[in-house]
């Protein structure tokens, strides 16, 4: 890959912590809940170029956003390193690109992310059952219906790259 | 005789003036009486709200920044930091209308920015008074998405009723006493549990929140250090 790709998953992480950090952006809160772009980013990613390239990108923009975040250090990064890595071993070749497949990957994702989360909620810090309600499966469900949309957005910043993988 | 007459006629009327001034009388002892009433209900009122103690601390105004960006946490960045005079612990309150009340305590200071974390985080414990009874105990954030408070400690035999106000206690050596936080919505008895659990909704709405203001109000380290959050 060329430097160009990583300058576009740098803006795209940086814009996506924005998105989620800013009080302006509160609009796309659905009942206390904010959608994990950055995260849908990530499996995006590794989906798209393997499990390296998502879990490097877990990695350190799951660093951006502990450091950004009141998380301890670590807390948000090993389930996107984790995650990055998993679902780079189900990529294009293996899993077809449609609105299901996508959705489906983006859902299960976000539910072994959030209870990756909630092991480590225990160990870090205090954590409840009732976030699998309050937070894992609202996440999940709106991952999932956003990320076709934001798939073929990434399909189009990434189309050059995606062309020399094959796709 | 005639002065007799006359006699007569102004004893009937002192007679009468002395009855409407006995009237009168009676009216005004009913009125101080009401007053009396009043004033007492006031200053009831005034105590459970804490209006009549101004609280003595300057206060630095700030604005909302951002938000912390996972569902996780629910911290808030302000624009003020240790350059301001922002310390670790330090109450942050809000005004909804004329209405001061709690929006959190400061968490982690930098530069110029400092991070909050609100009472609707499950993180926090504050210490409150409940009601007319003004009964101790404490108070959390519901759950991570939720603008919701929760009470916990307080005895079921306590009668909790609905719109009752919650303030801080002052014990804990962060907060000052008499800061409003919001009012009851709801108790839940527990069968498995001695205390119920009381819902309580903050004055403060958490998602229109812009400004807020950081008191001056160095915390107590001592009893910080008894509860451990202070090394």
Known sequence: ?167 | MGRLWAGFTELNEVREELRKTREKLQQYESIAEELNEIRYENDHLRKILNLSERIGYESIPASIIAQDPDNWFRTLIINRGKSDGVMVNMPVVAYKEDDKAVVGKVVEVRGSISRILPIISSDIRVGIKLGEGREPGLLYGASSNANVCVIDYISRAVPVKFNEPVITSGQGGVFPAGLSIGTVIKSEVLESSAYQRIIVKPVIDFNHLEEVFIIKKEPDKELLQIFGEVE
């Open chain 1, 1 to 167: 890959m060329t430097v160009i790709p990583y300058i576009f998953t740098a803006v795209l992480i940086i814009l996506s912590l924005i998105i989620q950090g800013h009080p302006s952006f509160d609009v796309i809160s659905i009942a206390g809940v904010k959608p994990d772009l950055l995260f849908i980013l990530i499996v995006y990613l590794a989906y798209s170029f393997g499990s390296f390239y998502g879990e490097v990108t877990g990695f350190i923009s799951g660093l951006l956003h502990d450091a950004i975040s009141n998380a301890p250090l670590g807390f948000l990064t090993f389930p996107k390193m984790a995650l990055g890595f998993i679902a780079g071993m189900f990529g294009r070749s293996i899993i077809k690109s449609n609105i299901i497949t996508v959705s489906l990957i983006i859902f299960i994702a976000s539910l072994i992310k959030g209870l990756i989360t909630l092991i480590l909620a225990y160990i870090f810090h205090q954590a409840s059952i009732s976030t699998v309600i309050s937070i894992i499966l609202p996440e999940a469900f709106y991952n999932a219906l956003i990320a076709p949309p934001l798939f073929f957005i990434f399909d189009k910043i990434y189309e050059k790259e995606l062309e020399r993988e094959g796709f």
